[in-house]
């Protein structure tokens, strides 16, 4: 596996600045460093961070010139490092979840494709994403301009994400269709009126209410959904009250709700909403909620996964690419990029040499590491599917 001193240097450069959610200037001002002796048009964002780069190839095209459009994300998370490393953070920000490495894999796809633009017969466009950690960045790119920075709309998208353990280093994984999981947002308030612990006859209980709310979700996901297309919602934040013996007005919780096809996600909307509702009625009082549509199913078009998957096997050999068994339970952004466009999502082994993968710390552990030399192979997949792209039928 090839490592490259430069993409380590910024990779190490990036993870000692991380920065959480829309505004990264230092971590912008460092992308543009590394891309600006590339001859590249440069554009950063407005309402975020952000940086799109254009290559535009100066070979002739037969036909429309295709484009073709890489992602890599930002954003750091609002974790304590205690990785270990030499270049740990110590912001109190971490790049718990490999972006830095995604960036630098992004840069070297634009150097080596910098240094062939004059075979390609059109134009890839560099998405450098903050916000992909819960703050919808994907979709303010694109409200931004992001799949028009070419002149028209690209051909395929492709993005890699580095994957701290669970795969073999080195390795590949992806699978047509539903690749990862939709995240949405639940938040539930439940209305009662508060009264004296000794009296709950006198008052409306809205503990009770939560509670039954909570364990009929569970019911409601095992008896309304498919186990072969299932949902999964998890109770992560819940409070109620201030003194053991007083009924509060009100109790809350925030949720995590997650599926794997648009069809479940449009039918737990509607369930959770029928449940929320009724229960309220059955207890006189009256339960708020607010569904949030965050992030889709990421949902890999089967064309291009092909596609990625063959340069896979032809460039590192068909013992590095995993076709994954079922989808993944976490969830991406890249799906709002790939809701407009076709394209694929891999995920990328990088345990550290020496760690069984099965156990070392997962993505978003603040004691994550990740093996720098899966670096220049991730940037040799990204520039090579964006040349599949421009040369479809090379």
Not at 49 to 63: H, I, N, T
Not at 79 to 108: I, P, Q
Not at 192 to 208: E, N, Q, Y
Request: charged residues 25%; aromatic residues 4%.
């Amino acid at each position: 596996m090839a490592c490259e001193d430069t993409l380590v240097t910024l990779r190490r450069d990036l993870h000692q600045i991380p920065e959480v959610g829309l505004r990264l200037p230092r971590t912008q001002e460092r992308v543009l460093a590394a891309l600006a002796p590339l001859g590249l048009e440069i554009a950063t964002g407005q309402e975020l961070d952000s940086v799109v780069a254009v290559l535009r190839g100066r070979a002739p095209a037969e036909g429309e010139r295709r484009v073709a459009l890489l992602r890599g994300d930002m954003d750091a998370l609002p974790v304590t490092e205690r990785s270990g490393e030499d270049f740990a953070s110590t912001n109190g920000a971490m790049h718990a979840c490999g972006h830095d490495l995604h960036m630098a894999m992004l840069v070297g796809a634009a150097q080596r494709l910098a240094r062939r633009v004059e075979e390609l017969p059109g134009d890839v466009v560099f998405m450098f994403q903050p916000g992909e950690e819960g703050d919808d960045g994907a979709r303010r790119m694109i409200e931004e301009g992001l799949l028009e920075a070419a002149g028209r709309r690209p051909d395929a998208a492709f993005a890699l994400h580095v994957w701290a353990s669970t795969f073999p280093t080195g390795s590949f994984a992806t699978r047509p269709g539903t690749v990862m999981a939709a995240s949405d947002p639940l938040d539930v308030v439940v209305h009662g009126r508060g009264g004296h612990g000794s009296a709950p006859h006198l008052a409306k209980d809205p503990v009770p209410v939560l509670a039954e709310i909570i364990g009929q979700i569970q019911v409601m996901l095992a008896r309304r959904f498919d186990l072969f297309d299932p949902a999964l919602v998890t109770v992560g934040h819940l409070g109620a009250g201030e003194a053991r013996n007083v009924i509060p007005d009100t109790a809350w919780f925030e949720a995590t709700m997650r599926t794997f096809s648009p069809e479940a996600r449009e039918r737990l909307f509607a369930h959770l909403a029928e449940l929320l509702e009724g229960i309220g009625r059955a207890h006189g009082v009256e339960v708020e909620h607010t569904m949030t549509r965050l992030y889709p199913v990421t949902l890999n078009d089967a064309e291009q996964t092909a596609v990625a998957m063959t340069a896979v096997r032809e460039l590192f050999g068909d013992d590095r690419l995993l076709e994954l068994e079922h989808s993944m339970t976490a969830s991406e952004d890249f799906s709002k990029v790939l809701e407009e466009v076709p394209g694929c999502f891999l995920l990328l082994g990088a345990a550290p040499a020496g760690l069984d993968p099965a156990q070392a710390p997962n993505n978003h552990s603040a004691e994550a590491r990740y093996d720098e030399s899966v670096l220049g192979d991730g940037a040799d997949l990204l520039a090579e599917l964006a040349v599949r792209t421009l040369t479809p039928t090379a």
